[in-house]
């Protein structure tokens, strides 16, 4: 049975608005909001196609205590394409060909490529950042 569910940025950003979403449970309220209104958002896309250190790619291939060391000033070393092909088809395993399209944006620099599907693709997996109450746990007041 699907509830009604308040998704919102955890630290009260207001980049991406809050909604209602309709939903069995909260992990899926998360990703179908995520699919739906951050994929769609300026900031996501720069994220997904982005190369720095805090973007997609870098947060596939390394860990957060590796990218923690690169803002000390240590660098990170680019992993050979084999490691970054890998990785990223692992990531699309169950959408292969939107795997494809990542690697061809990455091998040719060209965000064209990209897809909506390869974005929500990326959004619906990355819900951190957002939080969804069940619309019946929040309190009402009244005058």
Do not use: W
């Not at 049975?1 to 309220?29: C, F, H, I, N």
């Not at 739906?36 to 996501?44: G, P, V």
């Not at 890998?86 to 061809?104: A, D, I, T, W």
């Amino acid at each position: 049975m699907q509830k009604r569910y308040l998704v919102l940025s955890e630290d009260g950003a207001l980049e991406v608005p809050p909604v209602y979403v309709m939903a069995e449970t909260k992990e899926l309220a998360l990703a179908l909001y995520c699919r739906k209104i951050q994929s769609k958002e300026e900031f996501y896309r720069d994220y997904v196609e982005g190369r720095s250190i805090d973007d997609f790619l870098a947060k596939l291939l390394f860990s957060y205590e590796d990218r923690m060391r690169a803002e000390d000033g240590v660098g990170l070393m680019s992993p050979p394409i084999g490691v970054i092909r890998s990785k990223v088809v692992n990531f699309f395993s169950q959408c292969p060909e939107l795997g494809e399209l990542y690697m061809r944006f990455f091998e040719q620099k060209d965000s064209s490529v990209l897809s909506e599907d390869v974005y929500e693709f990326i959004s619906e997996r990355d819900t951190s950042g957002y939080d969804a109450i069940e619309d019946s746990t929040i309190p009402t007041l009244s005058h």
